[in-house]
């Protein structure tokens, strides 16, 4: 009976066509591209021709002939309509965590006179890690990690920068931007947000937002492969004022006039810093092509409608060994559901072995990502049926689901 629904849900689903460009292996339920984003076969494709065509045969030709140079532009202005930016707001580059470190930098040369970063105990460690290394570095800021649900009332006329992650990596819970965002002027400070989590599964909207700048990573929801390059957003009210702390060439205004004088490029290509990594560049653009044409607005509805579903079906199935700990309110999550149990790296590795992917976070949350571009309804009655089971007959409980892993 459920299941008829959720294939009828998935009839009615306007994104259901995206799915046809991924390739996900038969038999499997993937709710892990908060993770890692899924394969579509045009990138592999598109991989092989970088290497054996633009590479191989093309070399150092490539560079103009195959537009190499444009890779981080051109994927910019993909990247721009999912973030509500324009492109010249965006640098495609590096690693979340060095995009972070440049954005933290250079927010706090915004309010030189100001000495705290404030951000909460709910981050991402890396982010906090990188907050950290910049303060031991600068000598002369504090970092205040303050409880998650507290951020507003310590926003003071001493905050430099706040910095947070839109979506919690662990519940799920959503930090309200506008709100948060609108505060932390108030008082005068720069924000920085992270949106890991967010781009390619919710509505990020950075101008409604009023953003300062932002970072966040492309192989989750974005599918750009592992270690995809990473992105950097700057509004535009600040591209006279703002200033890299990591000047490399590809960020100079004419890379190739070899000056030794450091001139910005404009806007938010300042940002990039050494040679692009042609090989990601060329997947991730490759990935991004599918987004064409697709609403922002759309991918929230869908993650809310798989997200409901699924939380629905644990409350209707599922014994009470597991609590669902995400935010029930649609509008306070992103596009995942975490459940707390008890023996929840065990669980984890008993749906695994199953076929249904999610994730295990320490100490005791499951976490199932929705990825609305490609999972469906009939996924989702399908895994709560094997939690279900897995549940009521122990299964977690043997010893091949206890075993120590590296990457989790
Ligand atoms: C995944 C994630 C990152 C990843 O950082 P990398 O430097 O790309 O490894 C950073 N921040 C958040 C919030 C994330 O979810």
Known sequence: MDRRRCLEADLA????????????PEGLIYLDGNSLGALQPV??????????????????????????????????????????????????????SANLFKALAAARRLRPDRHVLLTD??????????????????GDLEVRVVHTDEVASHLDAEVAVLTLT????????????????????AVGAVTVWDLSHSTGALDVDLHRWDADLAVGCTYKYLNGGPGSPAYLYVAQRWHEEISTPVQGWFG?????????????APG???????TPPVLSMAALESALEVWEGIDRAQLAA??????????????????????????????????QVSLRHAHADALTQALIARGVIGDHRPPDLVR????????RHVDVCDAVEQLREVLATRAWDRPEHHARRTVT
């Open 252 to 264: 100079h205004a004419q890379p190739f006039a070899f000056s030794l004088g450091y001139q910005p």
């Open 43 to 96: 990138v592999a494709a598109r991989l092989r021709d970088v290497v054996e065509h633009e590479w191989g045969a093309g070399l150092i030709r490539s560079w103009n002939d195959a537009g190499w140079v444009e890779l981080p532009r051109r994927i910019a202005g993909r990247l721009a309509p999912l973030l509500g930016a324009d492109r010249t707001e965006l640098a495609v580059t590096d690693s979340t």
């Open 166 to 185: 839109h979506v919690d990596y662990r519940t799920g819970r959503l930090h309200d931007p506008v709100d948060l965002t609108a505060a932390a002027h």
């Open 302 to 335: 869908k993650a809310a409608e798989l997200t409901d579903r699924f939380i629905a079906l644990v409350d209707e199935r599922c014994d009470d060994t597991v609590e669902v700990v995400t935010p029930r309110d649609p509008t306070r999550r992103g596009a």
């Open 13 to 24: 689903d306007p994104l259901a066509a995206a799915r046809t460009h991924f390739a996900l």
């Open 268 to 274: 938010a290509e300042r940002f990039h810093d050494g």
């Open 121 to 138: 105990d709910a981050n991402f460690p890396t982010d906090v890690y990188v907050a950290q290394g910049l303060a031991t570095l600068t």
């Open 368 to 375: 199932f990502g929705f990825a609305p571009l490609y999972v």
